[in-house]
């Protein structure tokens, strides 16, 4: 309906640009216009322009779900972001509860506390998000010695375009640290927390046996330093699982500004196989609706929507989440072996 | 004579800024040699200024476009005592680190600003030596826009001397895309330029590290030391032009990969109070480095094999105090390079920036290959593997001189990579358990259990063989009486399971419990009996008490 409304705005935001990194979209995936607008205007974009990235934050509702509908929703929006986003940022709302009220019992952090008395819940997981945006786009903003535009993580974290979802670690995730100048053990410490489960935006662990890395980056901020990133890049490589031919797949990033109230810190994205597991949890939301039809007559009713949207749906999500199993039980071709000493040497 | 330099992409211009600033410094420098004969240093600086700088009555302005795709970094460029006045940077957000994007769409934003600059550019110039386009190979920009602009350049002038200068990417993690893009860009560069100076990020790092021991290592000081050792080739000479120097060692136009050696690499800090050492020792160094370092064994000396070299001096040496022997040995030469072209001195009386003393050596021989392992240097590796297990890179470093640590430390995981997957896949297909089971993790644990009757067999050591090979490490040498213990056991064990039953095995195998792997277990030096049955550390598969041996 509002559509040629919509494109007009965008085309007079576009013709402000004299260049066009991408676009930023955030919105949620439990409610109603965030899924299905946001959506719809995602598959706008890629009409319109189909050349710029269409980078997408999006919030599961998972822990929060107060929208019986909900997985409805989840689950035709992940549809529509696994066909036509150059690259998702999911986070999963209970992931942003468990960070906050990890810190609201963590005494040391008296400026969080402070924060978090002035802020409506919402508000401080918001901050959270917040954060990882401007983590994410410190490349574009701020110079450093090594830069990353928002443009080179597309190209360095999806390697197929139907695996485009990354899950992101941040740390530090507290308002602000009250040391005077962060040495190597600080540092290395940020490194670490981004990797564990508990600072992932996610309720997935990167770093578990059971999760195969298709693409890393990381990106330093403040005082990080390239023999740092080295020497974490080589950690990385000896914790966790990678195929065979994205053992290498490691994009570093430097840049010079660190966030206020810092002096060091770190975002690292990950496309990992483990992200199946959310889109298992949407499917399976789904499917436990749909296979009683509760609440489908309210789909059904808007002129336009068709019960087999609901199938094929599940089976785009069954089809993505194949793919990422098909990477974990990956052969490798053709594995040399190692021969005895004296025999024919052949590695 | 001069050189105009084009700076691309993030890389290319980072890079360039710290040969000007190096430059810079060295015409500002005083060493000794400069204060001694005053005549010598005029002429040298006079000499060098022209060569990157346009000397206005306002200042110097260097000889130099920087063009990116992107403004960030060039923002940087103009607080100097010189300036950079052309500047061809849109802000278009870079070029995604994919070259197909620098090299057509980018590339069509920029391409005929910087062609018009250029040709002022040169119109400015009395006598150009040489185009020196400096960039990365893995970038977008670097690259893409990069090998695009430099093809216009060689259409555009055909007889002009082109020298690129690409920066190789660290091998292992940097950017994702780095494969595809330097090939690319080699490639495309490899037809239309006359020579290209590669140098290694890998190579440059471990040398910067070295030198800054105390503190930590930013992408300026491996800059800084690209920077110094262009200058070393680049800067004036008697009686030789750039260009001549650089084509002296690619006398055949299909060889034309070129890398620099230098001597001594100093910290800075401590470079008033350390005294550079003569010549005959700096040359030796160079001499080894130019080998990287495989002069221990002559297996993989026979190996390397040189087009050309190129020895450049500075600093105050009599006629006679360079001892280029060791680089006139015929059989380190390609059998068609005639004698005279094997290998080739160039001095320069006064030193470089506040060395008294520098040599470098522009070399092209076939170790630029050295990513690949040859079969040599894999049975080297082999052998000492057997002797020492995996855990001894220090040791396995020492025996395969020509890799660094890092290579040894690639290819090993890489081969445990291939050997775990390959097990696990054997594992899963014969037994239908989990690939996951913790075979080698109990083997382990067993090892520390071990009951001994006999002293001169080592059964700890069994046991750690044993669960090494379940995790398709190789493992270490078992000593004479153990390993012909360890294989009279195999066989036994294979005639054995050949008539068995399964039945006890798998009494043992049921009352094991998925062990928690991810954790980290520290294991304490004493322990007792029950401690060690409820401690999840040491007992990770929870083995119950009936089936546990007592070491008394
Ligand atoms: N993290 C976060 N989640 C929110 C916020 N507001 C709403 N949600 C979640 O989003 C879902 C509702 O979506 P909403 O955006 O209100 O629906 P819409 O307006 O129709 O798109 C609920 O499940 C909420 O848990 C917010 O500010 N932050
Ligand atoms: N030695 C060195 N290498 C660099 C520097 N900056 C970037 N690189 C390397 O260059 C590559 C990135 O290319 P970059 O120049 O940033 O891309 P572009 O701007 O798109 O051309 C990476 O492999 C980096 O390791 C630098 O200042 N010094
Ligand atoms: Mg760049």
């Not at chain 1, 929060?64 to 696994?82: G, Q």
């Not at chain 1, 990422?324 to 594995?335: S, V």
């Not at chain 2, 006139?328 to 006064?350: C, F, N």
Request: aromatic share 8%.
């Amino acid at each position: 309906m509002f559509e040629t409304t919509i494109l007009t705005s965008i085309k007079k935001a576009v013709e402000k640009c004299d260049s066009l990194h991408g676009f930023l979209l955030m919105f949620s995936t439990g409610g109603g216009t965030g899924s299905g607008l946001g959506t719809y205007i995602l598959k706008l974009l890629e009409d319109n322009y189909p050349n710029i990235d269409r980078f997408v934050i999006c919030v599961y509702p998972t822990g929060t779900e107060d929208v019986i509908t909900c997985p409805y929703n989840m689950a035709l929006a992940t549809k529509e972001l696994i066909k036509h986003a150059s690259c998702v940022v999911p986070v999963e709302n209970r992931a942003l509860l468990d960070i906050v009220n990890r810190q609201a019992n963590n005494k040391h952090s008296v400026d969080t506390m402070n924060f978090i008395a002035k802020c409506k819940p919402f508000q401080d997981m918001n901050s959270i998000i917040v954060n990882l945006l401007l983590n994410l786009t410190s490349g574009s903003r701020f110079s450093g010695s090594l830069n990353v535009d928002l443009n080179e993580i597309s190209t360095n974290m999806v390697p197929f375009p139907n695996l485009q979802f990354l899950a992101a670690g941040l740390s530090p995730l507290t308002v602000s640290s009250d040391l005077v100048k962060s040495n190597k053990q600080i540092r290395e410490e940020i490194f670490l927390q981004t990797l564990q489960k508990n600072n992932q935006l996610l309720k997935i662990n990167v770093t578990g046996p059971k999760s195969i890395i298709l693409g890393t980056t990381l990106i330093g901020r403040g005082d990080f330093n390239i023999s740092d990133m080295r020497t974490y890049i080589q950690r990385l490589q000896k914790k966790t699982c990678f195929t065979s031919w994205s053992a290498r797949a490691m994009k570093i990033g430097l840049c010079d500004v660190p966030p206020i109230g810092h002096h060091a810190a770190m975002l690292s994205l990950f496309n990992t196989t483990s992200m199946s597991t959310l889109l298992k949890t949407v499917n399976s939301q789904l499917m436990r609706l749909y296979n009683r039809k509760a609440h489908t007559h309210h789909y059904l009713q808007v002129p336009g929507f068709e019960d087999y949207f609901f199938e094929e749906c599940s089976e785009i999500i069954t089809s993505s989440i194949q793919s990422y199993r098909d990477i974990e039980e990956l052969k490798p071709f053709g594995i040399p072996r190692l021969t005895p000493v004296g025999s024919d040497i052949s590695l | 004579m001069s050189n105009i330099t084009l700076q691309f992409g993030q890389c290319g211009n980072q890079v360039g800024q710290a040969l000007y600033s190096c430059v810079y410094e060295d015409i500002k420098s005083k060493n000794e040699c400069c204060v001694s004969n005053k005549r010598l240093n005029n002429e040298y600086i006079k000499e060098s200024q022209n060569m990157w700088f346009h000397v206005k009555q306002s200042g110097l302005e260097a000889r130099s476009l920087l063009i990116d795709t992107e403004q960030k970094v060039i923002h940087q460029a103009n607080n100097k005592p010189y300036k950079f006045k052309n500047v061809i940077a849109g802000s278009y957000g870079g070029s995604a680190n994919n070259w197909a994007f620098g090299y057509t769409s980018r590339c069509l934003l920029v391409a005929s600003d910087i062609m018009e600059r250029l040709r002022h550019e040169i119109e400015k110039c009395d006598f150009i030596t040489c185009l020196l386009n400096i960039l990365s190979s893995s970038g977008g920009t670097g690259s893409g826009v990069g090998s695009r602009i430099i093809e216009l350049m060689r259409e555009e002038y055909p007889s002009k001397f082109i020298t690129n200068i690409i920066v190789l990417p660290f091998q292992k993690g940097d950017i994702v895309t780095q494969n595809y893009n330097t090939l690319l860009t080699l490639s495309k560069l490899y037809d239309v330029t006359d020579n290209t100076i590669l140098f290694e990020n890998d190579k440059i790092y471990d040398i910067t590290r070295k030198l800054t021991s105390d503190r930590e290592v930013r992408l300026s000081d491996l800059n800084q030391l690209i920077a110094q050792q262009l200058a070393s080739i680049a800067q004036p000479l008697n009686d030789v032009t750039f260009s001549q120097v650089v084509s002296r060692v690619t006398t055949h136009p299909s060889y034309n990969f070129i890398q620099i050696r230098s001597a001594p690499h100093l910290n800075v800090a401590h470079l008033n109070y350390e005294l550079i050492p003569n010549w005959s020792i700096l040359t030796n160094q160079v001499f080894k480095s130019s080998k990287t370092d495989v002069l221990v064994n002559p297996r993989l000396c026979k190996k390397i094999r040189y087009i050309g070299n190129v020895v450049v001096t500075r600093g105050y040496m009599t006629s006679n105090e360079i001892d280029l022997k060791r680089f006139k040995e015929k059989s380190m030469y390609v059998s068609w390079v005639p004698e005279t072209e094997r290998v080739l001195h160039y001095g320069q009386q006064r030193g470089i920036l506040n060395y008294q003393r520098f040599i470098s050596l522009l070399t092209n021989n076939n170790s630029i290959l050295s990513g690949s392992w040859t079969d040599i240097e894999k049975q080297l590796l082999l052998e000492t593997l057997q002797k020492y297990g995996v855990n001894n890179i220090q040791k396995i470093a020492e025996a395969v001189p020509s890799k660094s640590i890092f290579d040894i430390r690639s290819i090993i995981s890489k081969y445990q990579c291939m050997a775990q997957r390959a097990m696990a896949e054997t594992c899963s297909s014969t037994a239908s358990s989990s690939s996951e089971a913790p075979v080698d993790i109990v083997l382990k644990y067993i090892a520390l259990f071990d009951y001994r009757t006999d002293k001169q067999i080592n059964l700890e050591d069994c046991y750690m063989v044993l669960s090494d090979l379940t995790k398709g490490d190789p493992s270490k040498q078992l000593e004479g009486k153990t390993a012909q213990f360890f294989h009279e056991c195999f066989t036994k064990l294979a005639r054995s399971v050949k008539e068995d039953d399964h039945s006890k095995k798998e009494v043992f195998l049921d009352s094991l419990e998925p062990a928690n792997l991810s954790t980290t277990r520290t294991y304490r030096a004493k322990v007792d009996r029950n401690g060690i049955l409820s401690d999840t550390n040491l007992n990770p598969c929870k083995v119950p008490a009936n089936l546990l041996m007592d070491k008394k």
